[in-house]
């Protein structure tokens, strides 16, 4: 556990919060990991200060209801400028996002292209295609939002997206080095814990968590700080920019804020300057050591 991790708690509670949101007690933390992913090592110590950050994904009602009061389009409901794809085949050139497909059977993990498929007409609204729908999934978290469109929603909702380290110490739920965000095992007593993947990856989807797509924001326990889906679900957004460069520190960061822009652009398309964010599994925040008049809550991913 963090040290006086209780006590920071309550007083981020007493100072009153937000609507739908939690207070997130200040501290320092081991942040990335050294035996996972390349991109989130070498793990370290990092500091962060007190916020606010949402209890939840944010789903697919609350989404409709600042669509509705803007008239917001989001980015994969916009069909591409030719200008800005120069060579692009004319069947891309339109409304459209990738669609996670399972493939029949076993594929090169190398190829992401094997379970993706780009489909013209997907969007949040529609997020297999223009045939599905999301009718009856009011309160499952809204995808295919790409990080403008969760900027606007979360300016619109006086709030901010996280920082990637603001967002993996409210994960860890109060857990130091522990391996999930409620302890060491996936599946403890054989209870699942997150709405995650089953079986051989992509083609064999055993669905024993009870779902085969996203899960209700509140289908599975809390962790520590009273977040859900801080594990599994969706991919969430943060502000950080994603560098394959790690910058060398001589002291403990405070409030890191990602690499450079120059380093975030992706080595195998130098063609196509658009900097990576760091995605994580989105939501939104408030830092309550800024200013009143720039507090702004956290937000949502896309999958």
């Known amino acids: 556990m963090l040290d006086n991790a209780g006590p920071q ?3 981020a509670h007493s100072r009153g919060a937000p609507n739908d949101m939690v207070g997130i007690p200040g501290g320092t933390f081991r942040m990335g990991s050294d035996k996972h992913y390349p991109e989130e090592a070498p793990a370290h110590r990092v500091t962060v200060d007190s916020f606010w950050i949402d209890r939840t994904p944010v ?7 600042f669509v509705n009061a803007t008239g917001y389009v989001t980015f994969a409901e916009i069909p591409p400028d030719p200008k800005d794809y120069p060579g692009a085949l004319p069947d891309m050139l339109k409304a459209a996002s990738l669609v996670f497909t399972p493939p029949r059977h076993t594929v090169d993990l190398r190829d992401w292209s094997k379970w993706w498929q780009f489909k013209a007409g997907a969007n949040w609204r529609r997020p297999y295609g223009p045939r599905s729908s999301i009718s009856g999934l009011d309160n499952h978290p809204v995808v295919y ?3 403008c469109d969760a900027e606007a929603y979360a300016k619109w909702a006086g709030k901010d997206l996280p920082t990637e380290a603001e967002w993996e110490f409210a994960a860890r739920g109060g857990l130091e080095g522990a391996e999930f965000a409620w302890g060491s095992n996936l599946t403890p007593a054989g209870k699942h814990m997150a709405n995650t993947w089953q079986g051989n990856f992509p083609h064999e989807n055993l669905c024993t968590d009870g779902f085969a797509r ?3 924001v509140m289908a599975f326990p809390p962790n520590g700080y009273g977040l859900y889906d801080m594990i599994g679900n969706v991919w ?3 502000t950080d920019r994603l560098s394959a460069k790690t910058p060398k520190v001589c002291c403990v960061p405070e409030n890191p804020r990602g690499g450079r822009e120059e380093d975030s652009y992706d080595p195998y398309q130098p063609a196509i300057k658009i900097h990576a964010k760091s995605l994580k599994a989105a939501r939104i925040c408030v830092r309550r050591t800024t200013a009143a008049v720039t507090d702004r809550p956290r937000a949502t991913p896309s999958r």
């Open 145 to 147: 939002i790409a990080y």
């Open 59 to 65: 789903t697919n009602r609350a989404f409709r209801k």
């Open 9 to 11: 708690r309550e007083r």
């Open 236 to 238: 969430e957004w943060t």
């Open 214 to 216: 996203t899960s209700p």
